[in-house]
């Protein structure tokens, strides 16, 4: 097969804690990872002429800086393919919001062409080639919902009751690095365990510091909140809320003000991506 065309779904953080930093820099995190039924759509067309071109993407991402591309670029370094691929990304997910897009847009395509160009490399070596582009890909190529410590890359999955949620994007792009380098965060949480976490004690030390540099993120979470408990996604901007059922979030939708976009999903402790690769490889065996 030459051409495959697969999910790149956006994740929630239902808590994320920061209980202390690294050497380098980079944040210790606590935090909690579902997928949604929501996401962006990759197509992958294999070239045997070794070239990676991007005819399609996110607006505004210049092909060279798009973490497809570099994905593609850096699995083919690894594994020594002379293959390479048209990349074409059907963005959904709103950009700098929190639902890991770019990460995941990376995800897949380092498992669609490890499938594709039969490179044969196992999701341990792929999940260790997509940390090297960014904390959040791990999570995304094994594609579990996933209990997350170190830097978001030590992964214990978790199995949690699949829910409905209303997510709004506030019409802001918040950029991570920004928000990691502000000084009011809270970097010192007590490590929390699952149990405490069902028990209602988690939340993300991004809002406070979110809600203070964005005034439509707080406009949103006040809206949101009057429907159900909202809680901000990552970095933001985007919230979510959970819904008893998909019409109680459509309905909720129906009176989201014009700036504002917002969905409905569930939320899937297997991602739709692993989903999908599960199908192919058990077409194929
Ligand atoms: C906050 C989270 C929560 O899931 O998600 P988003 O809000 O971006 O979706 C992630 O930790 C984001 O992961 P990701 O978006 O992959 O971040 P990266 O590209 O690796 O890093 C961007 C920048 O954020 C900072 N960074 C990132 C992760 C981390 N654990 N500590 C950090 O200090 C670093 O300054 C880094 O240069
Ligand atoms: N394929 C991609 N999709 C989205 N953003 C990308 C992509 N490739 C690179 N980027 C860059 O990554 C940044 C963060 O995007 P994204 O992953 O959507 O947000 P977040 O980290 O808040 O979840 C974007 O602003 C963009 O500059």
Aim: net charge negative; aromatic share 8%.
């Amino acid at each position: 097969m030459q051409t495959l065309i697969l999910p790149a779904p956006a994740k929630l953080n239902l808590f994320l804690h920061i209980t202390g930093r690294r050497a380098d820099g980079y944040h210790l995190l606590q935090t909690l990872f579902v997928f949604l039924d929501f996401g962006d759509e990759i197509t992958l067309r294999v070239r045997d002429d070794g070239a990676i071109h991007r005819p399609a993407g996110a607006e505004g991402v210049p092909e060279a800086a798009d973490l497809t591309v570099r994905a593609a670029r850096l699995l083919q370094q690894m594994s020594g393919s002379p293959l390479g691929a048209d990349i074409q990304v059907l963005k959904r997910i709103p950009m700098g919001g929190g639902l890991g897009g770019g990460s995941s847009d990376a995800a897949t395509v380092l498992q669609g062409l490890n499938y594709l160009w039969r490179c044969g490399l196992s999701t341990d070596e792929l999940a260790a080639l997509g940390l090297r582009l960014g904390a959040d890909v791990p999570v995304f190529v094994r594609g579990h919902a996933a209990w997350a410590e170190g830097v978001g890359e030590q992964l214990t999955p978790v199995s949690l009751p699949e829910s409905w949620y209303v997510v709004i994007h506030p019409g802001v792009h918040v950029p991570t690095a920004e928000l990691f380098s502000d000084p009011g965060l809270t970097r010192d949480c007590p490590p929390i365990t699952l149990a405490t976490f069902h028990a209602g004690l988690g939340i993300n030390v991004f809002q406070p510091v979110v809600e203070k540099r964005y005034p439509e993120v707080t406009a949103a979470l006040r809206w949101l909140s009057r429907y159900s408990n909202a809680v901000l996604t990552g970095s933001g901007s985007c919230l979510f809320a959970p819904v008893s059922s998909k019409q109680e979030g459509e309905t909720i939708l129906q009176c989201l003000p014009n700036d504002w976009f917002g969905f409905v999903a569930s939320s899937a402790n297997v991602s739709p991506l692993q989903q999908k690769l599960l199908t192919l490889s058990t077409l194929h065996n």
